[in-house]
């Protein structure tokens, strides 16, 4: 009986997998997120556009909702809607992608612009503007160079302006945007920051304060350990982190954005004094080598790069 069970089974096996499989239907079309060309802009600009998406998978927009402008994958904060986005002159379309090319695309290799180097949305406005409520006409809004919201950037700029830029103009705004697409990379884990950075300068032991040009003392002493300014002026003088104990608590943050500004925007003329510092050299040194080694970007080209 035993055996006579097994053989039903079996059959039963045999039957089942004799069954004919459902056939499978045609293949479901997935929409695109835009239609490419969008329309307006010249054909070369199109044409850019369409092959910017077809190499790397991003796409360039000059024509945007309200919407793309402030997609976020999750529930934003209410502050976020007063934020604007003004379109720009489709006309002026190639003059923003020469533009964005010339401050930042050239200088990243393929490979590194197809793995997210490049954001899946770069909208390109006329004006990125913020209402402020209870100001008077005239100054109810605060204007802003961009906008990151999630895996896109917005760069306001699109219109005239661009064709009337001077080398120091386009230096000065390039000195903005690539630090917000650095930071972006080092959000996103796109590029990191070497551990070995950390190693070299003291984070524990506070500096001699204050740190200003009325100290020099000071300020000699704090370069020595290897920090720089967090920002510089036209005239020479500039800005300092460390403002006393309560700003050492984020030593380690202040340290590396002024290294990043350093490596991203500053000449080699302009580093020159501070590279005289051994320790400034050695951090400076190491990040330089760092991107160039793993990236294959070389930020000094960036920092002097003129137009």
Partial sequence: MKYIFFINCLCCLALFSCKKEAAIGPPI??????????GDAPAEANDKIKSLFDTYGSYFLYKFTQKDFLWIPSTGGGFSKIDTAVLGNPAYTMDMLNFLNDIWLKFLPDDFKKDQGIPYRVMMADTIKQFRVGFPPGREYLYFDYKVVGKSITFAGMNASLRTMTSADK????????????????????????SSF?????????????????????????????????????DGSVYEWY??????????????????????????DQMASYLAYPMI???FDLLVNYYRSKFNIDVRAIANATY
């Fill in 171 to 194: 230096v000065a705004k390039r000195n903005v945007l690539i630090g917000v697409i650095w930071n972006y990379y080092i959000q996103n884990k796109i590029l990191d920051v070497p």
């Fill in 281 to 283: 050299k050695q951090k």
């Fill in 198 to 234: 950390y190693d070299i300068s003291d984070y524990e032991t506070y500096p001699a304060s204050p740190i200003n040009a009325a100290n020099p003392e000071n300020v000699e002493a704090f370069r020595q350990r290897g920090f720089l300014p967090s920002s510089y002026n036209a």
């Fill in 29 to 38: 079309d997935v929409p695109v997120d835009y239609v490419l060309p969008q």
């Fill in 243 to 268: 403002y006393g104990t309560y700003s050492w608590p984020q030593a380690k943050s202040n340290d590396i954005t002024t290294y990043l500004n350093a490596i991203l925007t500053r000449t080699d």
